[in-house]
């Protein structure tokens, strides 16, 4: 079983800067995929960043070039940077990750609980 716990989230200015964090713990032979989500108020979740085992990075149209998104192997740790905030960012940030739990390849999706980020005008 693997948990994913995000933390980091905040009110900031707009302008300003945060970052969160998405640490994984349990047992598991291989994080393959590292994603963000947000949900903003009246609004569907959306995808906003993508890691890849390999290091390969995807985002969202609206928040390519402010946002980056990293990880840290040997903490089994991927931070979402953001950078530039605006209101529209506002919302409930998720982690989740696709984790491969054996050697057998046995692929699973796990979600973290989400982390509140608020950008005040």
């Known amino acids: 079983q693997v948990q994913l716990v995000e933390s980091g989230g905040g009110l900031v200015q707009a302008g300003g800067s945060l970052r969160l964090s998405c640490a994984a713990s349990?047992?598991?032979?291989?994080?393959?995929?590292m994603n963000w989500h947000r949900q903003a108020p009246g609004k569907q979740r959306e995808l906003v960043a993508i890691?890849?085992?390999?290091?390969?990075?995807n985002f969202a149209a609206s928040v390519k070039g402010r946002f980056t998104i990293s990880r840290d192997n040997a903490k089994n740790t991927v931070y979402l940077q953001m950078n530039s905030l605006k209101p529209e960012d506002t919302g409930v940030y998720y982690c989740?990750?696709?984790?491969?739990?054996?050697?057998?390849?046995?692929?699973?999706?796990?979600w973290g609980q989400g982390t509140q980020v608020t950008v005040s005008s």
């Open positions: 349990g047992t598991f032979y291989s994080i393959n995929v």
């Open positions: 989740n990750a696709v984790v491969q739990t054996t050697a057998a390849q046995t692929l699973r999706e796990y």
């Open positions: 890691m890849l085992r390999t290091g390969q990075t």
